[in-house]
Every structure is written in structure tokens, then in C-alpha cells.
């Protein structure tokens, strides 16, 4: 069939010469490298079959709307999908692809493997304090970080992502993996020598604590003043899934109050503010024992291209009629 695609952005060019490639496809893209306006989005979507979607764009009832009866394709340029409306795309039986790759989930786990890393090597704060000119000589106690071999990290979430983190970590630092999901996952396991636990005895049990479970109403939050409460004191935390796994709020009392070590945070509530609230982005943004990154997990020439071409082959097989490989249910 031919097909309009609307891309909202652009994006790493693999995938964007393949569908250029396709003759029965017409490509428009949003131009600029810019964040699409939602008045712009809501003009350019009409009359689109597929629309190429950013995390950063409610594809929401009012988008589908504006798409009109032609949109039949989502094509999610992310892992994650929350920024969709999953109910509005089934009742009008839109497909929905993400852009999961092996690749992406490698990087996203060397990405909260280098915070762990970072977070107990006190990187971030040392190359602040060496730049700032303050290393005036060595001292037997500047800057005293903690080991990461022989420690446990629990993994909140038994997925794709998850599975890299604990391979890596218990393979290359001898680290001991413990893990928790709604359900066993035996490979994941086996890869790692993971052990099940509930939450509780995660966060009670662990000294760097991982999340790597999607944003959905059942996880929003998983990690509140309880579940803080629950950690050791020199336990820390790493989000690289979704801001709002993470009540930022309960995160900067804990913060506080010492009641962990610290946190390494890719994704934010309320992004691209730290936080919910305006005081506990502050907050967020001075905390020595807090490592920031844009949202940037993924964020590598060779990923960034994968998830270009996973997106581009969702798309192509669609239009020819087949089931794309990442079909959101
Ligand atoms: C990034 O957060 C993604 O979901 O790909
Ligand atoms: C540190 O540089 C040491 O030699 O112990």
C-alpha cells in the first residue's frame, strides 16, 4: 500500500534512508531538530497514516482525532510507550510499535552500570573538585568512595534491560544479583545466578537498587517513602526507566534525611524539570551524592541509528501488510 508517515522529529538517518527508500512511502518530517509545537503536531498528523513518534509527544485521543480515520500506525521512536494512549489506540485498532533493540537495552545497562560506578567512585564530585582547583596534594581520606565488587544489587524488573545490568555486574565485578518481577524469569537467572525476592526484601537486602520496569499505572510510584524507608543508609538508587517509577519527592526526603546514600537519575518526574516540585528539583541539582543525566541512557551513535532502523522496519513491514517485530499489546 502507499503510505504517508509523519516523522515528529528528526532522527538519526539509518531508518530515515530506508523509508526513503520505499517508493509506495511519503516521508515528512518535522523540521529543525526542534520540539514539534503541539498546535504544529495536531496541524501535520492529519491526514497521516503512521505517525513516527518522540517520547516527548502525547499521542493521546486529541492527536489520534486531528490524525483523522487514515492514522493506522504508531511507530515510537523509545523503548518506553507511556507518552501513548494505549486505550484510545486500541479502540480505534492502531498498531503500536516501539523501537526495542538489543542494542538499546545493552546501552541503557552500560548506562546504569556507569552510574553505579559513578555514584560509588564519587566521579561527578572529584572531577568538580579537581577542576575547581581544590586537589592540593593526596590525602589518606579524600574523597572515600565504596567498592562495588562483593556487593548485591537488586533489580527492580526482570526484563531485557535488567538482564544485561545483572550479566554484567555479576560476571565482570562479582557482584551479587538479586531481582524482583511479577513473574520468575529462569534465563535471567541462569545469566546471572539472580535470586527472586519480593520488593521488601530487595530494598532491604541491597546496596545499589536499579530500576528497569515501563511506566504503567501498577509501577508508578513503586519507589516511595515506604519503599526508601526500606533501603539501607548506604544504599543508592539508579533510574534509568521512568521518572515516575520514582516519587521525587519521598526521593528528596530520604535524600535528607540520609536515609540512603544517594541516586543516579537519568529520567525525572516532570521532565525536563528534576522534579515535581520546583524546591526538590533544587534540591536535586546541588545534592553531591546525586549524579544527573538527561535522559540520555540510550543516548549513543550506535543505538541512537538502531532504534532509527527498528522504527523504519516497523513501519515497512506494516505497510506490506505483516506484523511488525515490536507490536505493543
Ligand atoms: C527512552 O527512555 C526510551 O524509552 O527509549
Ligand atoms: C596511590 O596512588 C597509591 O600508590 O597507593
Not at 207 to 223: A, N
Not at 237 to 257: C, E, H, M, P, Q
Not at 259 to 266: L, S
Amino acid at each position: 500500500m502507499t503510505a504517508s508517515v509523519f516523522v515528529t522529529r528528526e532522527i538519526p538517518d539509518e531508518g530515515l534512508k530506508m523509508l526513503r527508500r520505499d517508493k509506495h512511502l511519503k516521508i515528512e518530517i518535522y523540521e529543525g531538530d526542534k520540539l514539534i509545537p503541539r498546535r504544529e503536531l495536531l496541524r501535520r498528523v492529519k491526514g497521516k497514516n503512521v505517525i513516527l513518534s518522540m517520547l516527548t509527544e502525547k499521542i493521546d485521543r486529541e492527536v489520534m482525532d486531528a490524525a483523522g480515520p487514515s492514522l493506522k500506525m504508531i511507530a515510537n521512536y523509545a523503548v518506553g510507550f507511556d507518552n501513548i494512549d494505549l486505550k484510545e489506540a486500541a479502540k480505534r485498532k492502531l498498531v503500536i510499535t516501539n523501537a526495542t533493540h538489543p542494542n538499546v537495552s545493552e546501552t541503557v545497562a552500560e548506562h546504569a552500570v556507569a552510574l553505579i560506578f559513578a555514584l560509588a567512585h564519587r566521579i561527578v564530585e572529584a572531577d568538580h573538585f579537581t577542576r575547581a582547583g581544590k586537589y592540593k596534594g593526596w590525602e589518606p581520606q579524600l574523597l572515600l568512595g565504596t567498592d562495588v565488587m562483593g556487593k548485591t544489587l537488586g533489580l527492580i524488573g526482570g526484563g531485557a534491560i535488567g538482564g544485561m545490568v545483572a550479566r554484567r555486574m555479576h560476571e565482570g565485578f562479582g557482584v551479587k544479583i538479586i531481582y524482583t518481577d511479577v513473574k520468575r524469569n529462569p534465563a535471567f537467572e541462569k545469566m546471572s545466578g539472580a535470586k527472586l525476592r519480593t520488593k521488601e526484601q530487595l530494598l532491604g537486602e541491597s546496596d545499589f537498587v536499579s530500576l528497569h520496569v515501563p511506566l504503567l499505572p501498577s509501577t508508578k510510584h513503586l519507589i516511595d517513602d515506604k519503599a526508601l524507608n526500606l533501603m539501607k543508609k548506604t544504599g543508592f538508587l539508579i533510574n534509568t526507566a521512568r521518572g515516575s517509577v520514582v516519587d521525587s519527592a519521598a526521593l528528596v526526603r530520604a535524600l535528607k534525611k540520609g536515609k540512603i546514600a544517594g541516586a543516579g537519575i537519568d529520567v525525572f518526574e516532570g521532565e525536563p524539570q528534576f522534579a515535581r516540585k520546583k524546591s526538590d528539583a533544587d534540591y536535586l541539582q546541588h545534592a553531591w551524592n546525586v549524579i544527573l543525566t538527561p535522559h540520555t541512557a540510550s543516548a549513543t551513535i550506535e543505538t541512537r541509528q538502531a532504534m532509527s532502523r527498528t522504527a523504519a522496519e516497523n513501519i515497512l513491514a506494516f505497510v506490506k501488510g505483516k506484523t511488525p517485530q515490536n507490536v505493543i499489546k
